[in-house]
């Protein structure tokens, strides 16, 4: 069974940069076929797609937070990472890590980490 | 990259059907029918419920159904059960390796 697994500081203060990884089991993040994203929800809000690779590192961002992310892979940790530059308290959510299939197999995500919540405040 | 229009909530009575609204454009729910639906309970990751506008993963109860038509995509909940009460968001391929997602609507079960 498939798991992913975020992780990182909780806490970061305004203006830094929020580093998180996503860790993945049960499965190889270098299988074709298959994307991999981060994906983040304010609290009481809905979700927002920041972006996804694939495992050639090919990338894809939301055009509203590109200057800020960089999403990229470690195959031999079989993990994913997320970068997110210059952090507002805007930016307080919980990140959560997924798999998507790619286009020609549907484009949605079947696998989800739990969350981890991060919180910008000095 | 807009946001999915959702409606904010839904309400419907245990075994009655609701139906739930994602309302996209020509660029994206339009373009594709890579549209999918996730359920979402407090506090926990979302779930899969339908994928490729109306199709279901294994082990998601047949009450729920997919369609679409133009830009709007709709998800069907039929024979309404406690345990529906969450919130629901679509989800659009968006092309060139993007998707977008909806607000989300919170459904209440009466």
């Known amino acids: 069974q498939l798991q992913l697994q975020e992780s990182g500081p909780g806490l970061v203060k305004p203006s830094e940069t929020l580093s998180l990884t996503c860790t993945v089991s049960?499965?190889?993040?270098?299988?074709?076929?298959?994307?991999w994203g981060w994906i983040r929800q304010p609290p009481g809000k809905g979700l927002e797609w920041i972006g996804s690779?694939?495992?050639?590192?090919?990338?894809s961002y939301n055009p509203s937070l590109k200057s800020r992310v960089t999403i990229s892979v470690d195959t031999s940790k079989n993990q994913l990472s997320l970068k997110l530059s210059s952090v507002t308290a805007a930016d307080t959510a919980v990140y959560y890590c997924?798999?998507?299939?790619?286009?020609?197999?549907?484009?949605?995500?079947?696998?989800w980490g739990q969350g981890t919540l991060v919180t910008v405040s000095s | 990259q807009s946001a999915l229009t959702q409606p904010a909530s839904v309400s419907g009575s245990p075994g009655q059907s609701i139906t739930i609204s994602c309302t996209g454009t020509?660029?994206?729910?339009?373009?594709?029918?890579?549209v999918s639906w996730y359920q979402q309970h407090p506090g926990k990751a979302p779930k899969l419920m339908i994928y490729?506008?109306?199709k279901r993963p294994s082990g998601v109860s047949n009450r729920f159904s997919g369609s679409k038509s133009g830009n709007k995509a709709s998800l069907t909940i039929s024979g309404l059960q406690a345990e529906d009460e969450a919130d629901y968001y679509c989800?659009?391929?968006?092309?060139?390796?993007?998707?977008?997602f909806g607000g989300g609507t919170k459904l209440t079960v009466l």
């Open positions: 049960g499965g190889s993040i270098s299988s074709s076929s298959y994307y």
């Open positions: 997924a798999r998507r299939m790619e286009y020609s197999s549907g484009a949605y995500w079947d696998y």
């Open positions: 020509s660029s994206d729910v339009g373009s594709f029918n890579l």
């Open positions: 490729e506008v109306s």
């Open positions: 690779i694939y495992y050639s590192g090919s990338t």
């Open positions: 989800c659009s391929y968006a092309g060139s390796s993007t998707v977008v």
